[in-house]
C-alpha cells in the first residue's frame, strides 16, 4: 500500500513540475544546446512588407473607439499596403457611428450579434489581401506592430503570427492585475521557446495574424477560435511563429471576478478545442507540434489539475502511514503554499497588494478555473455571446 501510494505521490508531483515548469526548462536547454535560438533571431531580421489587411472586432466600445482609431492611425507602415478594416457586429452603441466618420477605415457592421468568430469569418469574405492581422478594440499597439507581425512570412513555411500580450498596470490597480501580468510574462518566454523549437501551440486574439489562402471559416460556436484556427493551420504542415515585438497592451482585468470569468471561459474553450483538435494528438504524424501541443496546453487543461488535488490526500495518507520525513516536509509544504495562496485570494479581493502572495495565488486561482471551466463545458452553458470582463481604466 506504501509503495503505491508513493508511485503515485512521485508521479502526480512529476506531472505538476513538469508542466508548469519543467517543460520550459527542457525546451530551453534543447533551443540552447542545438544553436536554434542565433539561427531564430537570424531568421528576424529579414525585411518583408506586403500588402496587409489589419481588423479590428469591436463590440459596444463606445468608451474606448477613438483611442483605437488614434492608436491604429498612427502605425508605422506604407499606408497604401495597410487596408484598416473594423467589425462592430451587434453593437448598439455608437461604435459603429464613430468609426464610420474615418474614411481610412472600413467599416463592416450589421445589427445581428453572433460572436466574433462569425464577424471574423465575413470580414474574410471581404477582404482581399494576402495577409491578415487580427486585434482587439481595448489593445493599444504599438508603432511597428504591423512591420514585425509580417516579418515572418518571408518564410513560406510560416502560415500564422502570434504577437506578444502586454498587461499594463496601472498606478492605482487592482490587486488581482499582478498575477495576471507575472502569468502573461512567463507565457512570453514559453511562447518565444515553443516558437524556437518548432512552432507556437495556439495564438491569442489580442494579437495574431494569418496568411489569407489558410483562413478555415470558423464553426459557430467555437469559444476560443483563434486557439483553434491557428492550430489547424499548424495541422496542415504549416508553423505560427512568434513575433515579441509587435505588441498589444491592455489593462489588467478590474476585479478578481473579472479575471475568473475571463480563465472559466478560456478553459471552457480549452476542452472544446482538446474535443476539436483531437488530431494534434497524432505523434507520429505531427511528431515535435503533438509534444508541444500536450505539455504546453493539453496538461494544464486536463490531468496537471486533478494531480495536484490528488497530491494533498495521498501526501496525507502517507504521513499518515509514517512513510518517511520526505512526505513529512512535503506536507508542510503544501499546506504553508494554499495558505499563503488563501491569504493572496483574501487580500485581492480586498484590493491589498501583497506582492509575495501574487503567485501562489494566481497559481491556485488557475487550476481552480479549469475544474469551473470543465463544469462548463459539459454543460453547453458557454456562449460565444459571452459578457465582456471588465477591463481597469488607465488614468
Known amino acids: 500500500m506504501v509503495v503505491f501510494l508513493e508511485i503515485c505521490f512521485w508521479l502526480f508531483l512529476f506531472i505538476v513540475f513538469y508542466t508548469y515548469f519543467g517543460y520550459g526548462i527542457l525546451v530551453y536547454i534543447i533551443n540552447k544546446v542545438s544553436g536554434k535560438g542565433k539561427k531564430h533571431a537570424e531568421r528576424g531580421k529579414v525585411e518583408f512588407q506586403p500588402v496587409v489587411a489589419l481588423v479590428v472586432a469591436a463590440y459596444n466600445e463606445e468608451d474606448y473607439i477613438e483611442d483605437k482609431i488614434k492608436n491604429t492611425l498612427e502605425i508605422d507602415y506604407p499606408a497604401e499596403k495597410l487596408k ?3 467589425v462592430t457586429d451587434g453593437s448598439d452603441d455608437s461604435t459603429a457611428s464613430i468609426v464610420a466618420r474615418y474614411p481610412q477605415i472600413t467599416l463592416l457592421h450589421q445589427p445581428e ?20 492581422i487580427f486585434c482587439d478594440a481595448n489593445t493599444m499597439l504599438n508603432r511597428s506592430c504591423v512591420t514585425e507581425m509580417v516579418r515572418p512570412y518571408a518564410d513560406s513555411r510560416v502560415g500564422a503570427v502570434a504577437g506578444e500580450k502586454k498587461i499594463f498596470q496601472v498606478k492605482e490597480g487592482k490587486a488581482a492585475s499582478a498575477g495576471e501580468g507575472i502569468y502573461w510574462k512567463y507565457e512570453s518566454f514559453l511562447k518565444k521557446q515553443d516558437s524556437i523549437l518548432y512552432s507556437v501551440v495556439g495564438a491569442a486574439g489580442e494579437l495574431f495574424s494569418v496568411r489569407k489562402e489558410l483562413y478555415e471559416p470558423v464553426e459557430k460556436g467555437v469559444i476560443i477560435e483563434d486557439f483553434v484556427l491557428s492550430l489547424r493551420i499548424c495541422e496542415r504542415g504549416y508553423v505560427v511563429k512568434y513575433a515579441p515585438e509587435a505588441f498589444a497592451v491592455e489593462t489588467a482585468s478590474a476585479s478578481v471576478k473579472d479575471e475568473q470569468k475571463r480563465k472559466v471561459r478560456i478553459c471552457a474553450g480549452g ?4 474535443a476539436m483538435l483531437k488530431g494534434l494528438f497524432n505523434i507520429r504524424k505531427h511528431g515535435v507540434l503533438t509534444f508541444q501541443y500536450i505539455s504546453h496546453r493539453v496538461l494544464r487543461w486536463s490531468l496537471t489539475p486533478v494531480c495536484l488535488v490528488l497530491l494533498l490526500p495521498v501526501n496525507a495518507a502517507l504521513v499518515l502511514l509514517r512513510a518517511g520525513w520526505v512526505y513529512d516536509i512535503m506536507m508542510a509544504g503544501q499546506l504553508f503554499f ?7 485570494w483574501f ?22 478555473s479549469v475544474f469551473m471551466g470543465f463544469r462548463r463545458y459539459l454543460a453547453g ?5 459571452w459578457e465582456k470582463a471588465a477591463r481597469q481604466k488607465l488614468v
Do not use: D, H, W
Open 271 to 274: 476542452f472544446q478545442a482538446m
Open 113 to 132: 450579434r453572433r460572436g466574433k468568430a462569425s464577424a471574423m469569418n465575413r470580414a474574410m469574405q471581404i477582404i482581399q489581401e494576402p495577409f491578415v
Open 381 to 385: 452553458k458557454q456562449s460565444v455571446l
Open 84 to 86: 484598416i478594416y473594423f
Open 347 to 368: 487580500f485581492a479581493n480586498r484590493n491589498i497588494k501583497v506582492k509575495s502572495l501574487y503567485i501562489p495565488y494566481y497559481f491556485l486561482f488557475m487550476n481552480i
Open 338 to 344: 494554499y495558505v499563503l495562496a488563501l491569504t493572496g
